[in-house]
């Protein structure tokens, strides 16, 4: 099983600023990973696919990058709404595999 | 676009059988245009693939769970299912049913809001 870490754990930003956020496989993923955000009693919703594809409608402050292992989205100027947990997600192999998440916070 | 909603019972004895059931409205649960999946939510695993599968029965089961999990299709009613068997607390999640194109296989495009499964007795 492919095992998703994800740093920093937490993120204490202001809005406005930009947020980078990191994801690392055990193996390589290949561009295989997607990026998922996650608010309160909420599922989790798809925003990056393919390391670095846009879902529907997400705006073009998400942006993602990255192959093989090591991959990274960046939140070029956080929005209110984009305070929330993130999510790495890897679909190269069987079973599919989420990160642990990083939670980004109002300073 | 799809839409997904869980419906079963909160609350599961151990050693029973754990039942979910996901009601999908925007397409036929048979058209082939998407997989059908259930994914959990616990605090201490995070989330969980527990399966993904194709309406012509082909797909794949966690291994970690796969002698206990049974998926099924129900055309008529455009529903697809989950049983979970000899559950413990430790299955104990917010299960969410989920689904994505079948050409972008493992990406859950589309969930239901999740429901919350407590194993209690």
């Known amino acids: 099983e492919i095992v998703l870490t994800q740093s920093p754990a937490t993120l204490s930003l202001s809005p406005g600023e930009r947020a980078t956020l990191s994801c690392r496989a055990s193996?390589?993923?290949?561009?295989?990973l997607a990026w998922y955000q996650q608010k309160p009693g909420q599922a989790p919703r798809l925003l990056i696919y393919d390391t670095s594809n846009r879902a529907t409608g997400i705006p073009d402050r998400f942006s993602g990058s990255g192959s093989g292992t090591d991959f990274t989205l960046i939140i070029s100027s956080l929005e209110p709404e984009d305070f929330a947990v993130y999510y790495c997600?890897?679909?190269?192999?069987?079973?599919?595999?989420f990160g642990p998440g990083t939670t980004v916070e109002i300073k | 676009q799809l839409q997904l909603q869980e419906s079963g019972p909160g609350l599961v004895k151990p050693s029973e059988t754990l039942s979910l059931t996901c009601s999908v409205s925007?397409?036929?649960?048979?058209?082939?245009?998407?997989?059908w999946g259930w994914i959990r939510q616990t605090p201490g695993k995070g989330l969980e693939w527990i399966l993904s599968?194709?309406?012509?029965?082909?797909?794949y089961h966690n291994p970690s769970l796969k002698s206990r999990v049974t998926f099924s299709v129900d055309t008529s009613t455009n529903q697809f299912s989950l049983r979970l068997s000899s559950v413990t607390a430790a299955d104990t999640a917010v299960y969410y049913c989920?689904?994505?194109?079948?050409?972008?296989?493992?990406?859950?495009?589309?969930w239901g809001q999740g429901t919350l499964v407590t194993v209690s007795s």
């Open positions: 997600q890897q679909r190269s192999n069987w079973p599919f595999t």
């Open positions: 599968m194709y309406y012509t029965g082909n797909g």
């Open positions: 193996q390589s993923v290949s561009s295989y």
């Open positions: 925007g397409d036929s649960i048979s058209s082939g245009s998407f997989y």
């Open positions: 989920a689904s994505g194109h079948s050409v972008q296989d493992g990406l859950p495009e589309f």
